[in-house]
Structure formats: C-alpha cells, structure tokens
C-alpha cells in the first residue's frame, strides 16, 4: 500500500512530466517553423492542428510511464538502472506515437 507522501510524489512526477511534455512540444513547433533551423518548404501548419496531437502525446507518454513503472521505482535503484529504463519508456512512447500517426493520422492527410 501506498503511503499517502508517496502518492502525492508520484502524483507530482506525473504532474511535472505533462508540463515538461507540453513545453517540449511547444518548443519543437517554434524551433521548426519560426527559426532557420530546418528551412519550411511547404508553409506553416496552425498551432492549433499541431497543438491538437499534445493529447495524444501526453496519453501515450504517461501511460508508457506508468506501465514500465518510471513513477513507482524505488529510490534504492542504482541510477543506471533509472536511467536505462526512462531511455527504454521514451523509446518506446516515441515508437507507439510513430506507429499511432502513420496509422491514423497520415491516413487521414492523403485521404
């Protein structure tokens, strides 16, 4: 059983992954479209059509976390280990996105 200050960190964690998530993704469609970084060819899309994937990306992101326990590890695990397993969830949450995209959201662009 969960103590209650264990909840409220887990609950924190949580927390600060979605706005740490949202910023990332804020900051990635600014990067992209309004510096020279990667030159746009094919015009600007809307924030509001590219800000509309963040639910998704958050759904993906904290369930891969959840599931692979990122939240509940014990702070007696050596740091590589937490390290190792945060790389394997982040692979993870980007692959289920990829594959969430090419299956639903590419299909629904060329169609």
């Not at 992101?61 to 280990?81: A, D, K, M």
Request: include cysteine; glycine fraction near 2%; charged fraction near 10%.
């Amino acid at each position: 059983m969960l103590t209650q200050t264990h909840q409220k960190y887990r609950l924190f964690l949580v927390a600060s992954d979605v706005v740490v998530i949202l910023l990332s993704w804020s900051l990635a469609f600014y990067l992209r479209f309004h510096t020279n970084f990667i030159p746009v060819t094919k015009g600007i899309p809307r924030f509001d059509s590219y800000a509309s994937l963040s639910v998704t990306i958050l759904l993906v992101w904290i369930t891969t976390f959840s599931v692979l326990e990122i939240y509940g590890q014990s702070s007696f695990v050596p740091r590589i280990n937490v390290l190792w397993n945060f790389l394997k969830a982040h692979l993870l949450a980007f692959f289920a996105f990829l594959a969430f995209w090419v299956c639903f959201c590419y299909r629904l662009v060329l169609l």
